[in-house]
Nanobody, 123 residues
Framework: QVQLVESGGGLVQAGGSLRLSCAAS????????MGWFRQVPGKEREFAAA????????GYADSVKGRFTISRDNAKNTVYLQMNNLKPEDTAVYYC????????????????WGQGTQVTVSS
């Protein structure tokens, strides 16, 4: 069982930056691919970014590419999402997730989920 705890969300003006963190309880954190997803009430959860076990591979949704950066520190059991040039449409609850498989854009590939952290971008 893996527990994931997100932090770093908040309210920011358009054009600003936030860094989300996700701390994992797993003893073998490096054996999990990690992803960030986001969800707006009334809409489906959508993929934002993902990273491979070693951190050598990353993937991004087109909507965040060039603005968001995912990274991980396996020594600290933590994955990050650096979000720059935020836009009002980035407003959502952001979830981190862990996968026993290769990193994926598909939320069905992920086995463990955090509780989420709210990001609100004002115009």
């Amino acid at each position: 069982q893996v527990q994931l705890v997100e932090s770093g969300g908040g309210l920011v003006q358009a054009g600003g930056s936030l860094r989300l963190s996700c701390a994992a309880s797993a003893r073998t954190f490096s054996s999990y691919a990690m992803g960030w997803f986001r969800q707006v009430p009334g809409k489906e959860r959508e993929f934002a970014a993902a990273i491979s076990r070693s951190g050598g591979g990353t993937g991004y949704a087109d909507s965040v590419k060039g603005r968001f950066t995912i990274s991980r520190d396996n020594a600290k059991n933590t994955v990050y999402l650096q979000m720059n040039n935020l836009k009002p449409e980035d407003t959502a609850v952001y979830y981190c997730a862990a996968s026993n498989h290769y990193y994926s854009v598909n939320d069905q590939s992920y086995d463990y989920w955090g509780q989420g952290t709210q990001v609100t971008v004002s115009s």
